[in-house]
């Protein structure tokens, strides 16, 4: 029977039976971890060791569209009443599959996990997960900003904050774990879940990613690593294509972010990527997750598949013709949960161990490391306790400032050539485009309106999304604000055109507000499944911006998208140009407040703006025949460069102080050191960078990458003295042999305000015998702000 949401699975009148409690010496938490799992283990049967490593999708979608890949084909129909006297190792998505109001939803899964435990015979209670991506993916929870504005406001400490505040949301419900974050690097931004990422660098990625692994575990919440790895290598941008990247560009930009939360973030969890690299499926590969995860990292913690990832081994990636033979190769590759829902982890396991075709160690290997992390999070303990305690509420006010801190700092201001921004206060003012008056404009394809709702249409929202247009009217109450959509996003549909350029011919000036629409699997312009051919605006957009400036009148273009778009079409005819990737509930306020100054622009960009639509993919992480040149007549340059974004104030960096010997060693320290003074009226951020640039190595670099930066919030006036700590440690990067290795030699470092504004250059020297690091290397350029 499949059950449309978790509360048809439990009577909530019926009193729970504590008859299971027991004295056994698993339920000892004077015991060690290790010995309490030891001795349950010792007693469990084969199904239900087996059973702990499986999830259920209580309400999943068999029919119509899903929310994960091939979501109809791969649902299996079970019988819940029988399934749990097993035991049970996952509840998927109690919340994030249907909406649910969180106070019942919240008793409904303490009741579900109360009748899981009577069931079994060891009271053991399912770990529940739901997605957070951008918040906690349930009805009437609080929409943040997506990954990608996190990049954008180069603030890994608010990121880390926001992350604890979902966190706390989750922990008031009952959830255990958290699919988030992903640490992807975008590697061709026509991939639809850019959107998700935080940008193209590993440095940002990592930094920003470890802090919202942080925010997350202190919070008591599992945090998932994703996707390892390679996901979003996929060849042509394609949801799911083979990966074609090569080692180096797999060990130096695609694993860095990963090490990063693990070793400062402490992630307790990792899944596991669909995609397969050089014939190799993630889901199936020793190499990726024991060899390297496990034996190089030390990682201790679960291996989670994504979603039906283990029977796409069987479906899309052809390795194995069964289902048991599908779980033989994710087991022993080490991946210890299959999710969303029991598939091949079920009764095709358990016959194929009988069958002596699967070693049982497999199994109690897998088991070990579930249970293991059920007893960190107490739900082996006698006095396990499901009930929530306290008001609910998802998107309390402080939620809701947190939202609009991040919101205003993720917004790019990417030109301003003539001061038009901040507009003035009693202007004539023609709003047009498809995403100014939809509340789904702010919103990613993993926000819950985006994600679930749109399959319930007599469903409220369940948070205030207050729009650009309504935004702006209320930040300018003096000034006449006309509004007309002009087209939709997506469609061909031209008819509004001469309506718009009406309006914009009546007015001072024209804000065009557009972008994308998120959704998942082709139902969006942005998202999961929901891939690109080019980098041109969606539908006609464009045409419709061109008709705006055929007026006469200044445009200033307003971005609400999930990927960076080519602009280069109208380089210098805009009067401004902002950037905001999907800003969360709190959006429109802050865009608003660009546009009328009461928000001075800090965000930098976690991704480069293309200048044409083609010729991707491009990243700045470029080898220099992968810069313009000669020996080509397509230019790569981007039209706003990874790092950029423009102030209402100025900013002036002087007393530029290079650390001294000119030369150090290869396991060597080297300082530099730069003041930034806002020599304007108002207070603003601004965000010093650090690129190292290495002239010649033994195997090509890219010519600029980012190894640490620093935002600086500064008052009129005021000054802030940056000093960057180098270690040559992070100059390494994967030799010819497959080892991390730090040459001696020329380096400059290159404080810049972009990867393409470079403000000073220290050069120095790396001298001594070539070096390995090790598993323990420096990750991190450390750094110190002095008054």
């Not at 899903?66 to 819940?80: H, K």
């Amino acid at each position: 029977m499949i059950y449309r949401n978790i509360r048809e699975v439990v009577d909530l009148t019926v009193e729970p039976d504590r008859s299971y409690m027991t004295t056994a010496p698993w339920r000892d938490p004077a015991l060690t971890a290790s010995a309490r799992v030891d001795d349950l283990l010792s007693r469990m049967t084969l199904e239900e060791k087996t059973a702990q490593l499986y999830g259920v999708w209580v309400g999943a979608s068999t029919d119509g569209d899903g929310v994960a890949p091939l979501q109809r084909e791969m649902t299996a129909d079970y019988d819940w009443d029988e399934l749990i006297t097993r035991g049970l190792g996952q509840l998927t998505r109690p919340f994030g599959t249907a909406p649910v109001d969180p106070a019942l939803g919240a008793q409904a899964l303490a009741r579900a996990q109360r009748r899981i435990a009577e069931a079994g015979r060891f009271g053991i209670p399912a770990l529940a997960h739901e997605e957070c991506l951008a918040g906690f993916t349930t009805w009437r929870a609080t929409a943040y900003p997506v990954p990608l504005a996190w990049g954008a406001s180069w603030d890994a400490e608010l990121v880390e904050e926001m992350a604890g505040a979902i966190g706390r949301d989750l922990r008031a419900v009952g959830v255990h774990q958290g699919l988030a974050p992903v640490l992807d690097v975008v590697r061709d931004p026509r991939w639809g879940r850019v959107e998700e990422t935080i940008g193209e660098d590993p440095y940002l990625v990592g930094t920003i990613g470890a802090a919202y692994v942080r925010g997350l575990e202190s919070a008591g919440i599992v945090a998932t690593l994703k996707h390892f790895a390679g996901y979003a290598s996929s060849a042509g941008a394609r949801n799911l294509a083979p990966v074609r990247a090569g080692v180096r560009e797999f060990a130096d930009i695609t694993l860095p972010p990963f090490e990063f939360a693990l070793r400062e973030g402490g992630a307790r969890s990792v899944m596991a990527a669909y995609t397969d690299t050089d014939g190799v499926p993630a889901s199936a590969d020793p190499g990726l997750l024991t060899e390297l995860l496990r034996e190089e990292w030390g990682f201790t913690g679960t291996v989670v598949a994504d979603y039906f990832g283990i029977g796409f081994l069987q479906s899309q990636h052809r390795i194995a013709g069964t289902e048991a033979g599908a779980a033989h190769a994710a087991l022993a590759a080490g991946l210890d949960v299959e999710l969303p829902t029991l598939k091949c982890y079920g009764t095709p396991l358990i016959d194929a161990v009988r069958a002596g075709e699967i070693p049982e160690s497999l199994i109690d290997r897998a088991a070990r490391r579930v249970l293991l992390q059920k007893c960190e999070l107490g739900l082996l303990d006698e006095d396990w306790d499901p009930e929530p305690t306290g008001r609910i509420d998802l998107d309390s006010t402080a939620n809701r400032a947190l939202a609009r801190r991040l919101a205003e700092e993720s917004v790019v201001l990417l030109d301003n050539p003539d001061g038009l921004l901040p507009l003035a206060p009693d202007t004539r003012i023609a709003v047009v485009g498809p995403r100014a008056a939809d509340a789904l404009a702010m919103l990613g394809c993993y926000s819950f309106p985006s994600h679930v709702l749109t399959h319930h249409p007599d469903i409220p929202m369940g948070i205030e999304i207050p729009t650009v247009l309504e935004a702006l009217r209320t930040e300018l109450p003096d000034a006449k604000v006309t509004f007309t959509e002009g087209c939709g996003v997506d469609d061909p549909d031209t008819a509004g055109f001469e309506e718009a350029v009406a309006r914009t011919a009546e007015a001072d000036v024209c804000v065009a507000v557009l972008g994308d629409r998120a959704g998942l699997f082709g139902r969006g312009t942005s998202g999961e499944g929901c891939d690109v051919t080019d980098l041109r605006l969606p539908g006609v957009q464009a045409e419709l911006l061109d008709s705006l400036v055929a007026t006469g009148v200044p445009v200033v273009l307003v971005l609400l998208t999930g990927r960076p778009y080519a602009l280069g079409r109208w380089d210098g005819r805009l009067g401004a140009v902002v950037q905001a990737f999907f800003p969360g509930e709190e959006g429109g306020p802050a865009v608003a407040g660009v546009l009328s100054g009461r928000v001075n622009p800090s965000g930098r960009l976690p991704v480069s703006v293309p200048r044409v639509p083609g010729g991707q993919p491009w990243t700045y992480l470029q080898p220099p025949l992968g810069l313009a040149g000669e020996v080509s007549n397509l230019d790569p340059t981007p039209l706003y460069a990874f790092g950029h974004g423009r102030s209402y104030t100025e900013f002036v960096w002087e007393d530029f102080t290079d650390g001294a010997p000119a030369e150090i060693g290869t396991d060597g320290t080297y300082d530099v050191s730069v003041t930034v003074r806002n020599a304007g009226g108002r207070a603003g951020a601004e965000v010093v960078q650090l690129y190292l640039h290495d002239p010649v190595a033994s195997v090509t670099r890219p010519d600029v990458r980012l190894i640490g930066y620093r935002r600086l919030e500064l008052e009129p006036g005021e000054s802030r003295r940056a000093t960057f700590r180098f270690h040559a440690e992070l100059s390494a990067f994967t030799d010819r042999r497959g080892r991390r290795v730090v040459e001696p030699g020329d380096l400059e470092l290159r404080l810049s305000a972009s990867s393409a504004e470079v403000r000073h250059t220290a050069r120095l020297r790396l001298t001594g015998p070539a070096r390995e690091p090790g598993p323990n290397r420096r990750l991190r350029c450390e750094t110190e702000v002095s008054d």
